[in-house]
Each structure stands twice: as structure tokens, then as C-alpha cells.
């Protein structure tokens, strides 16, 4: 397998401007998850999914921020407006379940830099 | 609120040294603590883990001690080596993972 993939690994924008970010969890994962990275907050967890549902979403900054999950390989978060302060890189992982035993694999990262 | 709370922020050893990065949870439902290792451009990738119920696991040089009274943990790195350079997360869970704010690691060589 690749392993997860993200796309793109990096993006400049213009503050105001939409932008998506695109994930393909592993094949078989039933678990999606994206987190944020900053110097300043470390790694959040913003989202989670379970085969597609949205579980707990609680980690979303505000309503400028939506993800979803169509089907079982593809997952986008979208922000809309973007501004400066939402400058970070963008990690998507999948797990098979919640168990210990179930590990969490990371993406490479999506670079997002709000101009 | 931070609920995994990871110390030093960063670190400088020689190499064949030990690494030491300590780690200190809060919240008592946690029941599972691994450790991940991150190189830069990468995303972070699982380096080791333990349950409450162990004080100690090792996977070669690479040890976690655990101290369930004093909701504490840490990562020993044995025989540093220029390889090990990366930021090193720990990591709480019970559903979800809560991560610390990591750890620079720079091997000296």
C-alpha cells in the first residue's frame, strides 16, 4: 500500500480565498483523522471519521472550517474564508479502529501558507 | 487545556549518549501512551507504545518507563545516534489521541 496520501503538499493562498485539502486514507482503515501542526499548538486533532460519519469535530477552530468524507478513500477539508492565522501544516492519518493495537498512520502533510 | 504536558522542548546529545524526553498526563482515563517520531517533512510515524498496566517496555534502544502514580512517562534513547535526530512526540489516549507539544532532538556527532 502507499500509505496515506495527501494532496497537495503545499499551497499559498490569498487570505479570503477557499481552499481544500485532499486525503486517500489507506485501503481498509475505517478511521480518518485530521490534525493541525503549528510551532505554536503542536499537533490537534480537528476532526475524526468512522466509516465516513463524522464522530467528534470538537477540535474544529470555527465555522470556517468543514471536512468531509464522501466515501472510504477520500476524505477534504475546506477552509472558507482562509486567513493568515490558518497557516500550518495539515495532517491526515487512518487507523484501522480505536484499539491500542490499531495505529494511527500519517500523511506527508499538506504546507498551507495564508498570504 | 493541555493535557499532556512534554519537556525539555528541545535537546542536544552526543552521539552514543542517552536522550531523556519526559512526558506528564492528567486526565486518569488515559490507557494508552506511545510514543511517535517525526523527521522534518514528514508526517509523524509510531516509534513505540505502553499500557498503564507495564513500567517498562523496550524495542532496542529505545525504551518507555512508565509511572502510573505519578501519571508520568518517558522516552530513553540508549546509544544516541545522528539518525535519531527528529521531533519526538508523546501521546495519550482512551479514544483519541492528545499529543505533547514535542521534542527537538539533535544528535551531536
Known amino acids: 500500500d502507499a500509505g496515506v496520501i495527501q494532496s497537495p503538499r503545499h499551497e499559498v493562498t490569498e487570505m479570503g480565498q477557499e481552499v481544500t485539502l485532499r486525503c486517500k486514507p489507506i485501503s481498509g482503515h475505517d478511521y480518518l483523522f485530521w490534525y493541525r501542526q503549528t510551532m505554536m499548538r503542536g499537533l490537534e486533532l480537528l476532526i475524526y471519521?468512522?466509516?465516513?460519519?463524522?464522530?467528534?469535530d470538537s477540535g474544529m477552530p470555527e465555522d470556517r472550517f468543514s471536512a468531509k468524507m464522501p466515501n472510504a478513500s477520500f476524505s477534504t477539508l475546506k477552509i472558507q474564508p482562509s486567513e493568515p492565522r490558518d497557516s500550518a501544516v495539515y495532517f491526515c492519518?487512518?487507523?484501522?479502529?480505536?484499539?491500542?493495537?490499531?495505529?494511527?498512520?500519517f500523511g506527508p502533510g499538506t504546507r498551507l501558507t495564508v498570504l | 487545556q493541555q493535557q499532556v504536558k512534554q519537556s525539555p522542548q528541545s535537546l542536544i546529545v552526543q552521539k552514543g549518549g542517552i536522550s531523556i524526553i519526559n512526558c506528564a498526563y492528567e486526565?486518569?482515563?488515559?490507557?494508552?501512551f506511545p510514543w511517535y517520531q517525526q523527521f522534518p517533512g514528514k508526517g509523524p510515524a509510531l516509534l513505540i507504545a505502553?499500557?498503564?498496566?507495564?513500567s517498562e517496555k523496550k524495542e532496542g534502544r529505545f525504551t518507555i518507563s512508565f509511572n502510573k502514580s505519578a501519571k508520568q512517562f518517558s522516552l530513553h534513547i540508549m546509544d544516541s545516534q545522528p539518525g535519531d535526530s527528529a521531533t519526538y512526540f508523546c501521546?495519550?489516549?482512551?479514544?483519541?489521541?492528545?499529543f505533547g507539544a514535542g521534542t527537538i532532538l539533535r544528535v551531536k556527532s
Open positions: 505502553i499500557r498503564p498496566d507495564v
Open positions: 471519521f468512522n466509516n465516513n460519519v463524522p464522530i467528534d
Open positions: 486526565n486518569t482515563a488515559f490507557d494508552y
Open positions: 492519518a487512518s487507523s484501522p479502529g480505536l484499539a491500542m493495537a490499531d495505529e494511527q498512520f
Open positions: 501521546a495519550a489516549s482512551w479514544d483519541k489521541l492528545v
